[in-house]
C-alpha cells in the first residue's frame, strides 16, 4: 500500500511569510496526526484528527497555525505568520482506527526553514 | 503530565557489539510504550510497542525491549548491531486504553553511531 505522502519536502520562507504543508494519509486511516520537529528534538504533537473532526489541538499555537482536514482524507497545515521558532520538520502520521494501537505510519516530513 | 526521558543524546557502539538504549517514563498509569526508528531523511518507523503482558516484548530488525514497571523504564536491546542500524531512537509514550486524544508523546531521541 501506498505511504504516507508530504509536500513539499522542502521549503524555504521569510519571517512574516505563510506557508502550507500538505498530507496524504493511507487510504482508509481515520486518524491524522500532524507533528513538529524542532531540529535535536523529539517530534511533538500539534494537531490530532478522528475522520474530519479535531480530537486534540492542545499544542497547536492557534494564532499563527491552523489544520484542516475536511473530507476526512487530506490534511493542510499553515503556518501564517511564520516565526524563526517555527524552523523545524513537520511530520504526518496516520493510523488505521480510533484506538491507537501505536502502529502509526509516518511521512518523511516537510522541513521549514524560516530566514 | 507525561514524559520521556533518553538519557543518552549520542551513543557509538562497535559493529557486532550489543546496544541498550536507555527510556524511563512519568505518567500517572503504565501508558503505552512505544520504540520508533528514524533514519536519515525517512519517517520514522515502529520498531515494537508494550501494552500489557509480557514485559519482554521482541519487534523488527532483531531488537527487543523490556519493560520495569518498579523502574519506570522501558529500555531497548538489541545483542549484534549492524551498520544498517545507525540512526535516530525515539522512545514514545500514548495514555493507554486508546481511543480519544491519543497521540504519541516522544523523548528527545538517541543517536547511535557504529563504529567499523
Known amino acids: 500500500e501506498a505511504g504516507v505522502a508530504q509536500s513539499p519536502r522542502y521549503k524555504i520562507i521569510e519571517k512574516r511569510q505563510s506557508v502550507a504543508f500538505w498530507c496524504n494519509p493511507i487510504s482508509g486511516h481515520a486518524t491524522l496526526y500532524w507533528y513538529q520537529q524542532i531540529l535535536g528534538q523529539g517530534p511533538k504533537l500539534l494537531i490530532q484528527?478522528?475522520?474530519?473532526?479535531?480530537?486534540?489541538d492542545s499544542q497547536l499555537p492557534k494564532d499563527r497555525f491552523s489544520a484542516e482536514r475536511l473530507k476526512g482524507v487530506d490534511s493542510t497545515l499553515k503556518i501564517q505568520p511564520a516565526k524563526l521558532e517555527d524552523s523545524a520538520v513537520y511530520l504526518c502520521?496516520?493510523?488505521?482506527?480510533?484506538?491507537?494501537?501505536?502502529?502509526?505510519?509516518f511521512g518523511e516530513g516537510s522541513r521549514l526553514t524560516v530566514l | 503530565a507525561q514524559s520521556v526521558t533518553q538519557p543518552d543524546i549520542h551513543i557509538t557502539v562497535s559493529e557486532g557489539a550489543s546496544l541498550e538504549l536507555r527510556c524511563n517514563y512519568s505518567?500517572?498509569?503504565?501508558?503505552?510504550l512505544f520504540w520508533y526508528v528514524q533514519s536519515p531523511g525517512q519517517g520514522l518507523q515502529l520498531l515494537l510497542k508494550?501494552?500489557?503482558?509480557?514485559?519482554l516484548v521482541q519487534g523488527i530488525k532483531g531488537f527487543e525491549a523490556e519493560f520495569k514497571r518498579s523502574q519506570s523504564s522501558f529500555n531497548l536491546r538489541k545483542p549484534s548491531v549492524h551498520w544498517s542500524d545507525a540512526a535516530e531512537y525515539f522512545c514514545?509514550?500514548?495514555?493507554?486504553?486508546?481511543?480519544?486524544?491519543?497521540?504519541?508523546?516522544f523523548g528527545k531521541g538517541t543517536h547511535l553511531i557504529i563504529q567499523p
Open positions: 514514545a509514550v500514548a495514555p493507554p486504553g486508546g481511543g480519544g486524544a491519543d497521540g504519541l508523546t
Open positions: 502520521a496516520s493510523s488505521r482506527g480510533a484506538s491507537n494501537t501505536g502502529e502509526l505510519f
Open positions: 505518567y500517572g498509569a503504565t501508558p503505552y
Open positions: 508494550y501494552f500489557s503482558g509480557d514485559t
Open positions: 484528527f478522528q475522520n474530519n473532526g479535531v480530537v486534540d
